[in-house]
């Protein structure tokens, strides 16, 4: 049994680094970066970007 999960567009095996786009639901995992691409455009999804705490970019 392998460790590494089928890609959410295309089913195929994501590999050991996965494509990886954040949504608030959750992380989805792609084989390649034309299935997440792909999937991206198709369900208008903006990736969430990366916590950090040096990422305000808030003007006062």
């Known amino acids: 049994m392998s460790d590494n ?18 949504t608030p639901e959750r992380n989805l995992r792609f084989c390649c970066e034309a299935c997440r691409g792909i999937y991206q ?4 999804i903006n990736e969430m970007p990366a916590r950090s705490a040096c990422n305000d970019d808030r003007k006062v």
């Open 5 to 22: 999960q089928s890609c959410d567009l295309c089913g195929l095996d994501c590999g050991a680094k996965p494509f990886v786009l954040r």
């Open 41 to 44: 455009m198709l369900h208008e």
